[in-house]
């Protein structure tokens, strides 16, 4: 018999327990349906983003996980109990970064986790939230002064103020600048890397690229694809597109098969240049597009 | 940096509400000193106001020979409680829950008696706070008796009590108004000031328009006008009140039936969120 060493799981979590469950979620607004039996799983540990054009049901989702919406059909379990009728201990579990104000504008930094402090069973010292997101010097300024980044971190260290072993993250970087988005990637690192579960909801690819283990697509209030970044629509991605210029004219052939192609089309003229000839493959962001359905899927097969 | 953000098993029950209720009176207190239009409009107010009217109408007396000053002193020490508990409530709730923060009290799992505990608290103190400088004024500056004796002091304290519990209630209850937060700001203000012209805050109460008295007898500025002019009057001027007495049976009922309708709509619509999906 051989044992094998493994990682810490995260704390608080069991074995083989993941941190969402969803089946067939369902919520209908006005007779129409958001969420049309959305599956969903998250395991304990992982950074998992949501990703999906707007009004495609993420926020709804989210809203649902976290307990303050409710359903109208499906089973959600969310580090073991049902959102919906789950207390104040499994509150103190979760964190939220949540795009409102987080506290009144009129407090200084300080004074505003000191207060938010007084709500949590085990909360995180100030001055080392202060470190964490790198908010020393304002610590004495009032919110209604921070940067719009430096709001987003008050609102970080206040979302993990208490430790928890979840963090929603709902669209964490819209509005924000290239550098203030790269150091609040940074502090999302740090939080998957201390062992946190993190769900995000982004409508940013690259944002998704860069920090998600699994990314899961959602569109028509369905959960159409889930995989790590780079191995999304991994069926779409086996076709290429092969282009090139015959008599002037573009030609184009989407294909499972390139090399073939390749051949063909280097037989025809073994000794000639091929114009314009370019072998691509999707990326990240037309396999996105393909799966929300925002452009057909084509067949194989001659365009134009 | 990634050491300090990490999640902890060893989780103990969340503070209880009522530690949650006094950290967030201490917190209403400091945000409500520190936004100017709260200070202004519902701190400040009824001292301005007694120091404008008292000086320009200080030689007129109202029925039973009482000067303007003692007159006017009952009606805006009313008022200010109202200021301070229904305006103030009203317009902060609907400001907090606009901005998002009641939205993130609700994801803190924080008891909503917590909450309502902790705006009491902070009308209860910015109220004797108002009350403690406005008496001085009317004493030293316009020569205002105070109350004659623990009898008076004793209604004082019931009148008040039941009127800041009303205003507090009926705030926590107008700001669930549809419409933004500016919306709100708009309605209780201008409910507020119509009330205290009907309800005999600057004219004696016996002089306004039949209707208007009737209009005034729904809302409770009248009945606590009605009660702070019971503590601040001399006993004889009770004659000139509408039912020739100060009645305070009836305005300790119509105030506790305020309390009552206040906390069932309390109950029925209060939301953390802007809107409910």
């Not at chain 2, 200070?39 to 106001?49: C, I, K």
């Not at chain 2, 549809?178 to 205290?196: F, H, K, R, W």
Request: glycine share 10%; hydrophobic share 45%.
């Amino acid at each position: 018999m051989t044992t094998t060493e493994t990682a810490p799981l995260p704390l608080g979590t069991g074995e083989h327990q993941p941190a969402v469950t969803v089946r067939g979620l369902v919520k209908r607004y006005g007779g129409r349906a958001v969420l049309d039996g959305l599956d969903l799983e998250v395991r304990a540990g992982e950074c998992f983003a949501l990703l999906g054009p707007n009004g495609a049901g993420k926020t709804t989702t989210v809203e649902i996980l976290e307990g303050v919406r409710r359903r109208d059909a499906g089973d959600v379990r969310v580090l073991g109990q049902d959102p919906a009728v789950a207390g104040r201990r499994w509150r103190d579990r979760i964190g939220v970064v949540s795009q409102g104000e987080a506290a009144g504008q009129e407090l200084t930094v300080r004074e505003a986790l000191d207060h938010f402090a007084g709500y949590h069973a085990v909360p995180q010292p100030t001055d080392e939230l202060l470190a964490a997101v790198d908010l020393e010097e304002s610590a004495r300024t009032r919110v209604v002064r921070l940067s719009g980044g430096q709001r987003r971190r008050l609102a970080v260290a206040l979302g993990v103020q208490g430790r928890p072993e979840l963090v929603f993250l709902d669209e964490p970087t819209t509005g924000m600048d290239p550098v203030a988005r790269r150091q609040f990637w940074e502090l999302i690192r740090g939080l998957r890397a201390g062992g946190t579960t993190v769900l995000l909801t982004t409508h940013y690819l690259d944002e998704a690229a860069t920090l998600a283990d699994r990314v899961g697509v959602v569109s028509g209030g369905r959960l159409v694809e889930v995989a790590p970044p780079d191995e999304l629509g991994a069926a779409l991605r086996g076709t290429a597109t092969v282009t090139w210029t015959e008599h002037g004219r573009r030609r184009q052939v989407r294909t499972g098969a390139p090399s073939a192609v390749l051949r063909d089309l280097l037989a025809a003229d073994p000794h000639g240049e091929v114009a314009g000839l370019t072998v691509t493959r999707p990326g990240l962001e037309d396999v996105y597009l393909q799966l929300v359905g925002a452009v057909p899927t084509d067949s194989e097969g001659e365009l134009r | 940096m990634t050491a300090v953000l990490t999640p902890t098993t060893h989780r103990p029950a969340p503070p209880s509400a009522a530690r949650i209720a006094l950290s967030r009176v201490r917190l209403e207190l400091r945000l409500f000193f520190r936004e100017r239009q709260q200070v202004v409009f519902s701190f400040a107010y009824p001292v301005v106001m007694l120091l404008i009217f008292a000086s320009i109408m200080g030689d007129e007396e109202r029925p039973g020979q009482v000067p303007f000053a003692q007159y006017f002193l009952a009606g805006i020490v009313a008022t200010g409680i109202m200021l301070t508990s229904f305006q103030a409530v009203g317009t902060s709730i609907a400001a907090q829950r606009e901005a998002g923060q009641l939205e993130r009290l609700q994801l803190l799992g924080t008891p909503p008696v917590a909450y309502f505990a902790g705006k009491a608290g902070q009308v209860l103190v910015t109220a004797a706070a108002q009350v403690a400088l406005l008496l001085p004024v009317a004493r030293y500056v316009y020569d205002v008796p105070m109350p004659v004796d623990v009898g008076h002091w004793l209604t004082f304290l019931w009148v008040a009590g039941l009127s800041a519990l009303a205003g507090t209630v009926l705030g926590v209850a107008v700001s669930a108004l549809p419409g933004n937060a500016t919306a709100t700001t708009t309605a209780v203000s201008a409910l507020a000031i119509v009330l205290q012209f009907f309800s005999g805050v600057f004219f004696g109460f016996l002089e306004l328009p039949g209707w208007m008295q009737q209009m005034a007898s729904f809302f409770p500025l009248k009945w606590m006008t009605q009660g702070m002019r019971s503590v601040f009057l001399p006993d004889q001027a009770g004659a000139f009140e509408i039912a020739g007495g100060w009645e305070h049976g009836k305005t300790a009922l119509v105030l506790a039936a305020w309390v009552i309708i206040g906390v069932v709509i309390c109950v029925r619509t209060f939301r953390w969120r802007r809107s409910e999906g």
